[in-house]
């Protein structure tokens, strides 16, 4: 199931080809969705991405969510694992503007932001927008372009604008990155600095499906169907950006209780006094926390969020931010076995 299309060229406002132009639209007159609908839709968008991708039902539980918070996403996992289809399947389910870029070694700054260029006939420099300008960025295989290329995202993840020659320019909202990595191939990859991890709300692990999932894959696949053609595969947009919108009103409704507020003060606190730890999760990774504990409780339909929120998203919000000390990596331990362990010892308020 593994994606093998190639980024399309741009045109001339540098969109990808597979971009639409909804972004430029006029609106129209229906009403805004209620939260009911927000949820329905969204549960839909889940079911949608399920005539592409099987078994790996977290994985888009966690691109929801990030949907939701507004928040980027790295997903890492072998060749073969469906990264990219997940994003595309994504994308086909979205009334939202989209676009990919394929990291390279030789890829430059200005081929993701854009860049001036000289028109000769006004005699004047135009900006040309690269492919971050849209809604929804897959930005495939990350770690194998250099940091140079890698660092010209990290202002339009948390400012959500670019600046070229002085000049900021906002991008569309939503604005959300869905990245992939390779965690085996290390020839000719670029790891990404820690400030940069620290921008993505969730680091999720794509797996190897499971036996009856990939028996149902090559069933799939025996009957026709064709990753590269999606609207064949049955695929539509189920949400849009009214949807979002109408969810991330009423998630600004769902009450925390300061206990609870506490207690995600008190779990990445213990991730900087763990002595395995060399450099834990900051205050941006507790917020980051409390979003994503607001944003799973509106999803399961509560109005208030509970302990079990905030450790159902924690090992997927957290495990990236920890920096282990050398000596702990020697020994076998893991970001993963840290958080295992805190969430086991840190009192949990009842």
């Known amino acids: 199931m593994t994606d093998l299309t190639h980024t399309p060229p741009t045109d001339h406002g540098g969109r990808a080809d597979d971009a639409t132009t909804r972004l430029d639209a006029p609106a129209t007159a229906t009403a805004a969705p209620t939260a009911d609908e927000a949820r329905h839709a969204l549960g839909a968008l889940r079911g949608e991405i399920g005539k592409a991708v099987v078994g790996n039902d977290p994985a888009v539980l ?33 009334d939202l503007d989209h676009a990919r870029v394929q990291f390279t070694p030789d890829l430059m700054p200005g081929d993701v932001t854009g860049s001036q260029i000289y028109d000769p006939r006004s005699a004047e420099f135009t900006f040309r927008h690269g492919p971050v300008f849209t809604n929804l960025l897959l930005a495939d295989e990350i770690n194998r372009t250099p940091p140079k290329t890698q660092s010209a995202l990290l ?26 990595q390779n965690p085996i191939e290390q020839e000719g990859t670029y790891p990404l600095p820690e400030a940069q991890l620290d921008r993505f709300l969730f680091k999720v692990d794509v797996t190897l499906p499971d036996r009856d999932a990939e028996f149902h894959v090559l069933r799939r696949h025996a009957a026709g169907f064709d990753p590269r053609d999606l609207t064949a595969a049955g695929l539509r947009p189920v949400a849009g950006a009214a949807h979002l919108a109408a969810a991330r009103a009423a998630i600004g409704a769902v009450t925390i209780g300061p206990e609870v507020l506490a207690y995600i003060v008190d779990l990445c606190r213990a991730t900087r006094t763990s002595p395995a730890v060399q450099h834990g999760a900051s205050t941006r990774g507790a917020t980051a926390l409390l979003a994503a504990a607001r944003s799973y409780a509106w999803l399961t339909g509560r109005g208030f969020v509970t302990p079990d929120d905030v450790k159902a998203v924690a090992m997927t919000v957290l495990r990236h931010r920890l920096q282990l000390r050398p000596e702990a990596q020697l020994d076998g331990v893991t970001a993963e076995s840290v958080l295992s362990g805190l969430l086991l010892s840190v009192p949990v308020p009842v």
């Open 62 to 94: 966690y691109l929801v969510l990030a949907l939701l918070c507004r928040g980027h996403v790295l997903l890492e996992g072998v060749p073969g694992v469906a990264k990219t289809l997940l994003v595309r399947a994504l994308a086909a389910a979205l």
């Open 155 to 180: 202002e339009s993840m948390e400012e959500r604008q670019v600046s070229v020659d002085g000049q900021p320019r906002p991008l569309p909202d939503p604005f959300v990155v869905v990245a992939t």
